[in-house]
C-alpha cells in the first residue's frame, strides 16, 4: 500500500499544490525515511523528477533535505538512485542556490560518519563543480582528495570510479596540481577492487592534456597499472586499451603501448588474453598509418598465431569474432599468406562458437581477396565439416550455411553448397534431415521464391519417388517448412499434388505424415 502510494506521489502533489508540496510534503517525506528499501527506491525515484511540483528552481532546494537521508541509507539502490536525483535536480539550481544549499550538502556527505554517505558524495561534485566561484572549487577540490584518501575501501574505489568525470569539469592546472595526484595514490592502492576503476579516470585525464604531459604526468603510473598483479586490474586495462590508445596519442602508442599490448595478449590469465584479443581489430586499426604494417607484422601477428590454438575457448572465440578485419590492413596478399592458414585452423575448432564467428565475419575477408581465392581456400575445409564422420559436426555446419550463403551470393551457393545442401535431406541420421529441413527455410528467405520454384523444389520433390521411405517422409517435413514462405501459388499447384500422391503410401507412417501436412498446411493453399 505505501509502494503504491510513492508511486503516486504526483498526483499527490498535484492535489495538494506546489505551496502546501513545499511545506506539507516534503517535510512528511523527510521525516518518515524510515522503510523498507523498495519503498525508498521509488520515492528516491520520484523525487528526482518533483521540480515542477515544488514551484520550479526558485523552490527546488526543498527536494534536498528527503534525498540528502536517502542518500545515506544502507541500501546501495537506494542511495544510488537518490545521487541520481540529486543530479538531475542540481542543474535546476539557481546558481546562489546550489552554493548555499547544494555544496553544503555535498560537504556533509563527504564528512559523513558513515561510509555510505561518503560514497554517495563522490557522485555529487562533477555536477556542481562549474557553476560556483573559485573559492568554493577549491574547497569542492579539498573534499574530493580526502575521500580520495579515505580509510574505507568503499569510499576509496566510488572515488576513484568518478575521478574521471569531476576531472572532466575541472580547470587544466587544477587537474595537473589536485587531481593527478589522487589518481597516482589510488592507482597504487592496496584493494585492486580500487585500482581497476583508475583505468578509466586514467584515460578520461589524458584526454585532457597534451602529449607532453600525459608523458611527464601520467604514463609512469598508467605502465604501473598495465602490469599491475591483479588479473582484474589487467583484464581492466585489456578491456579499455583502445579507449586508452586514442587518449594518449600516436607517439605513446608507439613507443608505450604496443609493448603492453603484446604482453596483455600473452597474458597469463585467460581473461585477460581474451578481453585483449578482442580488441585485436580496433587496436591496429587506430596504429598510426606509418608503422600500422609493421607492427601487426611484428609484434601483433605473431601473438595471433598462438591465440588461434589458445588452451581456452573463450580466448580462441574472442579472436575469432575480430581476426577477420585485420584482412583489410594486410591486404590481398598479406591476407592469403598470413591469416588464411588462421582461419582454417579456427574453421576446424571443436568450440561450434569459434567456427560461427569465423563464417560470420567472412565477408570482410571476401572483399579483400575475392570470392574465387575464398573459395579455393575455405570451401574445401567447410566441405569437409559438413561431411564430416561425427554427426554433430554435420550438424553444426548446417546451422551456418544460410549465414555463408547470404555473404557469398546466389550464384555461388549454386554451383558450391546446393548440393551438399539437397545431401542432408538424405542423410542417415534423423537430426541432420530435420535441421537440413529447416536450413531450406533460411535459404528460400535469402534468396527468394523464384529460386525455389526454379531451383530448390524439383529437387525435393524428386525425393518423393525415392524407394526409401525416409527420403519420402523427409519431402513432407521440407513441405512442412517451405510452404509458408514459397507463397500459397507454388504451394498450391507444386507441392498438393506431391502430398495427395503420398496419400496412397504403402508405409502408413507416411501416410499418416501427409494427414499432418495436409492439416497443418491448410492456410497455405488457395480456396478450392
Known amino acids: ?245 586514442k587518449a594518449v596519442k600516436f607517439e605513446i602508442t608507439k613507443n608505450d603501448l604496443v609493448n603492453a599490448y603484446h604482453h596483455l595478449l600473452r597474458d597469463a590469465e585467460a581473461e585477460v588474453r581474451a578481453a585483449a584479443a578482442h580488441k585485436v581489430k580496433e587496436f591496429c586499426e587506430a596504429l598510426p598509418k606509418d608503422c600500422q604494417e609493421q607492427v601487426l607484422m611484428n609484434s601483433i601477428l605473431p601473438c595471433v598465431k598462438e591465440l588461434v590454438n589458445d588452451p581456452n575457448q573463450h580466448v580462441k572465440s574472442a579472436l575469432a569474432s575480430t581476426i577477420m578485419g585485420l584482412s583489410n590492413i594486410l591486404g590481398r596478399d598479406g591476407t592469403i599468406e598470413h591469416l588464411l592458414p588462421l582461419f582454417l585452423t579456427q574453421l576446424k575448432d571443436e568450440c561450434p562458437e569459434v567456427r560461427l564467428n569465423i563464417i560470420s565475419n567472412l565477408e570482410c575477408v571476401n572483399k579483400v581477396i575475392g570470392v574465387s581465392q575464398l573459395s579455393q581456400s575455405l570451401l574445401p575445409a567447410i566441405v569437409d565439416l559438413a561431411e564430416d564422420t561425427k554427426w554433430r559436426v554435420r550438424l553444426a555446419i548446417i546451422e551456418y550455411i544460410p549465414l555463408l550463403a547470404g555473404q557469398l551470393g546466389i550464384e555461388f551457393f549454386n554451383e558450391k553448397l546446393n548440393n551438399l545442401c539437397m545431401a542432408w535431406l538424405s542423410d542417415s541420421v534423423y537430426a541432420i534431415r530435420e535441421a537440413a529441413t529447416k536450413n531450406l527455410k533460411k535459404l528460400v528467405e535469402e534468396f527468394g521464391s523464384d529460386w525455389a520454384q526454379n531451383t530448390l523444389m524439383p529437387k525435393v520433390l524428386n525425393m518423393s519417388r525415392n524407394q526409401n521411405y525416409l527420403h519420402r517422409l523427409t519431402t513432407l517435413f521440407a513441405i512442412n517448412v517451405l510452404a509458408d514462405v514459397c507463397g500459397k501459388e507454388l504451394a498450391s499447384k507444386t507441392m498438393l499434388p506431391v502430398i495427395i500422391n503420398l496419400g496412397g503410401d504403402s508405409v502408413p507412417n507416411v501416410r499418416f505424415n501427409v494427414a499432418k501436412t495436409l492439416l497443418q498446411l491448410e492456410p497455405s493453399y488457395e480456396d478450392g
Request: glycine share 4%.
Open 1 to 245: 500500500l505505501r509502494l503504491n502510494s510513492i508511486k503516486k506521489l504526483s498526483t499527490i502533489a498535484l492535489a495538494l499544490g506546489v505551496e502546501r508540496t513545499r511545506n506539507e510534503l516534503i517535510p512528511f517525506l523527510t521525516d518518515t525515511i524510515y522503510d523498507e528499501d523498495e519503498v525508498l527506491l521509488a520515492l528516491a525515484e520520484q523525487l528526482g523528477n518533483f521540480t515542477s511540483l515544488v514551484g520550479g528552481s526558485d523552490h527546488v532546494y526543498v527536494l534536498l533535505a528527503p534525498l540528502e537521508s536517502l542518500a545515506t541509507v544502507e541500501e546501495t539502490v537506494v542511495r544510488d538512485k537518490a545521487v541520481d536525483s540529486l543530479r538531475n535536480i542540481a542543474v535546476e539550481h539557481k546558481p546562489k542556490d546550489l552554493e548555499s544549499h547544494f555544496v553544503p550538502l555535498v560537504k556533509r556527505l563527504s564528512q559523513g560518519d558513515w561510509f555510505t554517505s561518503r560514497t554517495s558524495a563522490c557522485g555529487l561534485f562533477s555536477v556542481c563543480y562549474s557553476r560556483v566561484n573559485p573559492n568554493v572549487k577549491s574547497e569542492l577540490r579539498n573534499h574530493y582528495k580526502m575521500l580520495c584518501n579515505d580509510d574505507t575501501p568503499m569510499v576509496r574505489r566510488a572515488a576513484a570510479g568518478k575521478l574521471g568525470e569531476f576531472a572532466k569539469v575541472c580547470e587544466s592546472d587544477q587537474v595537473k596540481a589536485d587531481l593527478i595526484p589522487s589518481f597516482t595514490a589510488l592507482a597504487g592502492d592496496d584493494q585492486d577492487s580500487v585500482r581497476l576503476l583508475t583505468v578509466e579516470a586514467g584515460i578520461a585525464i589524458a584526454g585532457l592534456l597534451n602529449t607532453t604531459e600525459i608523458e611527464d604526468l601520467l604514463m609512469p603510473t598508467i605502465r604501473a597499472v598495465m602490469q599491475d598483479k591483479s588479473w582484474r586490474v589487467r583484464y581492466m586495462v585489456a578491456d579499455k586499451f583502445t579507449q586508452l590508445q
